[in-house]
């Protein structure tokens, strides 16, 4: 089949754990053509991938989200109907649009965005929501934040997206709206695979971000919601990686019988044959990470140091490539100002390699979905330490019916001392080391394995392909 991959920064551009998914999910499934369509947040990043892509991916389709700024050309004045107008009003309030109506105003009929964001009814709708939600805040300031909210969804609405059987979006926001125009005006179905909540994502950093002005967050957060309550209603089967994922999504709307669970899976028999490392007097702790905001390697980077104080003969090893170069900065002044030993921060390797260098890892995430890297850990037979996000804790201890015992420590993030305490008990014992690594080598072993997960994937389109009616061989039946 022909397979429409809708991606949102990540896949192809950088390296990381959806990224490395993704890569080696392509990859095995050679009996299907995929299509990228990826966005990006800056066109001057337009063909710099970090991957050579495989072979079976046929087309990449890129969009990227500043062009929008640069939108210019003839913005006609355009007569709205009844049925339009209803539809607009709902978006602009970030209510329940009616999304086809939008597809076929912006996509079909090539409305210009600026010709609805200069018209007389976008003005009148946007002042009435001035005067009843903010009456104290500047039009300006308003104004501006509605547009830069609302241009790049109507720039997408009038993109390109290449044509194919089924629309499979790895994400809900910017990348599950091009999944659900794709289906829309190719009346082909659609899925959604979440490896981590977008919404609750986005919604944790715009609480904390700088640049959106308090009085503007729930209304930021709104729109994020909106974006995913139409992929939740629209795909035909949505995945996540645990069941309180799937919870979560059905919590927000997601229909409970098109959601199901297919967790990661790794190819373990890279990891497995890894041996222990010696004891050569040190205890060596990995982290597999980015360098990002979201990984907060600043608590790590203390927590360390506190450990330091109270262990001998500890190190750290940072692994990982920079995704935010101000963040990286920030973290290599923190370690010079601590005056940190014994920390090394050593940008992107081998990981399977360098696990022979490791006793166990640690993962300090502020947010995950169910990270590869603590799997990869296990698969070596190595335990963890990590933060109590995602699926972390049932990686760690088990889920229902698994009896394999416990495989690691967890805290809640970002706390510090909690943090410096999980990786001194780990710290103190080989035997409980070697122990827990083995407990979390044949949990991967029994249910997270790369085969697994493909063949639940490939059931899923089987399935799709059934139910709709799809030539598995090609674009016409």
């Given amino acids: 089949m022909r397979i429409c991959l809708v991606l949102e920064g990540c896949y192809p551009y950088v390296h990381g754990g959806v990224s490395t998914w993704m890569h080696s999910y392509i990859e095995a499934m050679k009996e299907h053509e995929f299509v990228l369509c990826v966005i990006g947040a800056k066109a001057e990043d337009r063909g710099k991938f970090v991957y050579d892509l495989p072979s079976n991916v046929v087309e990449v389709h890129e969009v990227f989200l500043d062009d929008a700024l ?85 720039y997408l609405m009038g993109s390109e997206v290449p044509e194919a059987q089924i629309y499979h979006a790895i994400s809900t926001g910017y990348g599950g709206l091009l999944a659900c125009l794709g289906g829309s005006i190719n009346h082909a179905p659609v899925l959604l695979t979440e490896h981590g909540i977008y ?104 927590a360390f140091h506190e450990l330091s104080s109270r262990v001998d003969n500890v190190r750290l090893h940072i692994l990982g490539g920079v995704d935010d170069q101000e963040y990286a900065d920030e973290c290599y002044e923190l370690v010079e100002q601590l005056g940190v030993r014994n920390l090394e921060f050593t940008g992107r390797v081998n990981v399977v390699e360098y696990m022979r260098k490791l006793d166990f890892t640690v993962l300090t995430s502020i947010s995950e979905g169910q990270p590869l890297s603590v799997l990869e850990s296990f698969a070596a037979a190595r335990p963890c330490v990590t933060t109590d996000v995602g699926c972390c804790r049932e990686l760690l201890e088990g889920e229902d019916g698994d009896d394999f015992g416990t495989a690691g420590f967890y805290v809640p993030p970002m706390y510090r001392e909690g943090l410096s305490g999980a990786m001194e008990r780990m710290c103190s014992s080989r035997v409980l080391r070697e122990t827990m690594g083995q407990i979390g080598r044949d949990r991967v072993n029994a249910y997270y394995r790369h085969e697994r997960m493909l063949d639940d994937y490939r059931r899923l389109y089987s399935d799709t392909a059934n139910q709709f009616g799809l030539n598995q061989f090609g674009l016409e039946r």
């Fill in 199 to 302: 919404t609750r994502e986005r919604e944790e950093e715009i609480i904390s971000a700088e640049w959106v002005l308090p009085a503007f967050r729930p209304r930021w957060i709104r729109f994020f919601y909106m974006l995913s309550e139409q992929i939740y209603q629209r795909a035909w089967r949505i995945t996540s990686l645990f069941g309180r994922a799937r919870l979560i999504q059905i919590g927000m709307g997601a229909p409970a019988d098109a959601c199901q669970v297919i967790p990661n899976g790794i190819q373990y028999e890279r990891f497995c044959d890894i041996p222990l490392k010696p004891d050569d007097g040190w205890v060596d702790i990995g982290a597999v990470v980015r360098m990002a905001p979201i990984k907060d390697v600043k608590t790590l980077i203390h």
């Fill in 70 to 154: 640069r939108l210019s050309g003839e913005r006609a004045q355009v007569s709205f109907t009844e049925e339009e107008l209803r539809s607009l009003r709902e978006l602009v309030n970030l209510g329940s649009p009616d999304w086809d109506v939008l597809f076929n105003l912006f996509h079909t009929k090539g409305v210009h965005p600026l010709s609805f964001l200069q018209s007389r009814e976008f003005i009148d709708l946007f002042t009435q929501i001035c005067m009843e939600e903010y009456p104290y805040v500047a039009y300006a300031d308003a104004f501006h934040t509605a547009r830069s909210m609302l241009l790049p969804v109507l």
